[in-house]
């Protein structure tokens, strides 16, 4: 919640206030979470599972630029004489 400006409400409080109106009221009025080892577990999980993520940007782009090179071979081979005489 915006304490500073209690009429603004931000898209993660929407979300979070539409996955669990109870949870969002519990954030709201600073109660702490009583499953602070389930948390902690699961931000050590997502941080030794993120690697996959920043692997796959660049693989994502390699696969890209093969693709564009073998359309543009095979656009070459068609426009200029693939029949190979």
Not at 31 to 42: I, K, M, V, W
Not at 44 to 52: D, G, M
Request: charged share 20%; with cysteine.
């Amino acid at each position: 919640m915006n304490v500073a400006r209690p009429e603004l409400v931000s898209a993660s409080e929407i979300a979070s206030w539409e996955w669990c109106p109870e949870s969002w009221r519990l954030d709201a009025v600073g109660a702490e979470p009583s499953n602070r080892a389930d948390r902690l577990r699961g931000r050590r999980h997502h941080a030794r599972t993120a690697w996959a993520e920043v692997w796959s940007r660049p693989a994502r782009w390699i696969g890209l630029v093969l693709l564009v090179s073998a359309l543009v071979v095979a656009l070459c081979s068609v426009l200029f004489g693939g029949s190979g005489r």
